[in-house]
Every structure is written in structure tokens, then in C-alpha cells.
């Protein structure tokens, strides 16, 4: 399983704050686990339409879409980034 | 040395006596608050009024980000002291969102450090403002401007 983290309007289009997900046979980074995101349903298609505007942090650190993601990960999914 | 990631408000009076406490090998404190403004950054007919700021925050992740980003700061200047707080939740105008402070021999690493420490915040620790509008709420964007204020750090100085 991993677990599966969304922030800001990727949250609300998804409408899940969290979820577990066992990986899917084949999945072995981001990229490959977006593309599977994408076909859960409108809400996800929506919010994973655009990938430029979406950032992703495993196990808390920011990656680029060829990282590799396996069971026991946390991996995040969010909009660039507005504090301060 | 300190960051706090928290939804109370802060006292700068306070926050800044307590970094300085204690160490008369301090010269100079810089220090820069950021504050909820009650107009959007993109004036249109669309922009109202903002009424209130939602920051949400990712738990766990922040404080990483804040730590590394202080200890960048620590390793290209010579600091005695370093308060980092940021505060998440809703906000009304005029209220504090953040504060850094940055506390030298001299004031150069102040200056810098403390201006460092905001670039590389506003483009690295996750954090997203959700904005209220009479008109209604909606996500702020990140702008360009602030990825090219970060960017012009990545050579380290000297």
C-alpha cells in the first residue's frame, strides 16, 4: 500500500484529502502512478489535467515525476506552492 | 534555530527579545513580517476585497522544508540566531502570517540571510493560501516573480 496525500484545489477536486492505494502491478514511479490517477474517475482527470501545475513530494521531499514510488510510501500531490 | 509552524498569532516584540537573549555577540537583527493584505495582487473587475486568508499546510513536510532551508541559511552565513514561525489556518487582514529573523555580528548576513530565508520559503515550504472575496473564495496562484526571487540564490554567495 502506499498513502496517497492531496493539498489546496488538487483536494478539492479529488474531493479525498488522503487515501491507500495498493500500487498497481506494473507502477513503479510517478509518472506511472499519475497516469493510473488519472483514470479513477472525473474528479482526478481534472485535477491531474494540467501536470505542469502539479507538485509531488515522496516521503516529504519534493521529486521529479521519474522518481521511483513502492510499498510504504508517502507520496503527495499539490499545486506550486503559495506561503509566506 | 527555531522554527514554529502554529495557528496563533505572534508578538515580534516577544519572539525578537527571546532570540537575542543572552548573547552579546549579536550586532544587528534583521527581520521581516508578512502580513494578510485586504487586496488582490491581480486588480480586475474579478478582484474583490479579500476578507479573510486560509492557509493550509502540509504537517510533517513544513517543518522538513523549514529546517533544510534555515540550515542553508545557517551554512552560507555567519548567523548567532535564526526564528523562522509560520502560521496556518484563517486570517483577516492586517493579522501576521510570518516572521523570520536573522541575527549577525553584522548586519550584511543579516540583511541577506533574512531576505534568503523569505525567497526560498515562499517557493519551497508547502503552504497554499485559499482566498475569501465577497464574490467568493478561490486558490491563490503562485506567481513567476516569486520562483525568479529563489532562483537568483541558487549560486552561493562568495
Known amino acids: 500500500m502506499i498513502k496517497l496525500l492531496y493539498f489546496a484545489w488538487l483536494r478539492s477536486k479529488i474531493g479525498l484529502a488522503e487515501e491507500e492505494l495498493a500500487l498497481p502491478p506494473g507502477i513503479s514511479d510517478v509518472a506511472g502512478l499519475i497516469a493510473h490517477l488519472q483514470t479513477r474517475g472525473a474528479g482526478y482527470a481534472d485535477a491531474l489535467s494540467n501536470l505542469a501545475v502539479v507538485k509531488v513530494a515522496v516521503n516529504q521531499e519534493y ?17 506550486p506552492v503559495t506561503g509566506g | 534555530m527555531t522554527i514554529r509552524v502554529q495557528q496563533a498569532d505572534f508578538d515580534i516584540g516577544v519572539e525578537l527579545a527571546a532570540l537575542t537573549q543572552g548573547n552579546p555577540g549579536i550586532g544587528g537583527v534583521c527581520c521581516f513580517t508578512g502580513l494578510v493584505r485586504d487586496l488582490h495582487p491581480q486588480a480586475d473587475e474579478q478582484a474583490g476585497t479579500v476578507c479573510a486568508l486560509t492557509l493550509e499546510h502540509y504537517p510533517g513536510m513544513t517543518e522538513r522544508q523549514l529546517a533544510a532551508i534555515e540550515a542553508e541559511a545557517r551554512a552560507r552565513w555567519p548567523l548567532e540566531a535564526c526564528l ?75
Open chain 1, 63 to 79: 521529486v521529479p515525476f521519474s522518481h521511483p514510488v513502492a510499498p510504504g510510501d508517502e507520496v503527495a500531490l499539490f499545486p
Open chain 2, 84 to 158: 523562522i514561525i509560520h502560521r496556518y489556518g484563517r486570517m483577516e487582514p492586517g493579522e501576521n502570517i510570518v516572521l523570520v529573523a536573522c541575527a549577525s555580528a553584522h548586519r550584511e548576513a543579516a540583511f541577506d540571510a533574512c531576505r534568503f530565508l523569505m525567497d526560498w520559503l515562499k517557493s519551497k515550504a508547502p503552504f497554499w493560501k485559499l482566498e475569501e472575496t465577497c464574490r467568493g473564495t478561490r486558490w491563490v496562484a503562485s506567481r513567476h516573480s516569486d520562483e525568479e526571487a529563489a532562483r537568483r540564490w541558487d549560486q552561493p554567495a562568495g
